[in-house]
């Protein structure tokens, strides 16, 4: 299974990005999709998740102007990212977990996001 991310780069404090994170290799059809993140001298840790089914998770920090969606024609999840601030500044890391009873875990390459004051 390989990820590949993009749409990472450089914006002003209020602005947006979108993220895209295809999929590609031996995929299963239950799956949870999802975007964390790791700023510099931090612990990685969870943006947004969504189900096969389109349950979503944000992180509090998020909630209200990150959005994360998947199209599983094309096997691609996204994150639109709005009213971005500063502290949003980190590598994005797309992920996804097959569950089942030896549960599988697959991570991007990473795309960097600054946000400028």
């Known amino acids: 299974v390989q990820l590949q991310a993009s749409g990472g780069g450089l914006v002003q404090a209020g602005g947006s990005l979108r993220l895209s994170c295809a999929v590609s290799?031996?995929?299963?059809?239950?799956?949870?999709m999802g975007w964390y993140r790791q700023a510099p001298g931090k612990q990685r840790d969870m943006v947004a998740t969504?189900?096969?089914?389109?349950?979503?998770n944000y992180a509090d920090s998020v909630k209200g102007r990150f959005t994360i969606s998947r199209d599983n024609t094309k096997n691609t999840v996204y994150l639109q990212m709005n009213s971005l601030k500063p502290e949003d500044t980190a590598v994005y890391y797309c992920?996804?977990?097959?569950?089942?009873?030896?549960?599988?875990?697959?991570w991007g390459q990473g795309t960097q996001v600054t946000v400028s004051s």
């Open positions: 969504i189900t096969s089914g389109g349950s979503t």
């Open positions: 290799g031996s995929i299963f059809s239950i799956n949870v």
């Open positions: 992920n996804v977990l097959y569950p089942g009873s030896v549960t599988q875990s697959y």
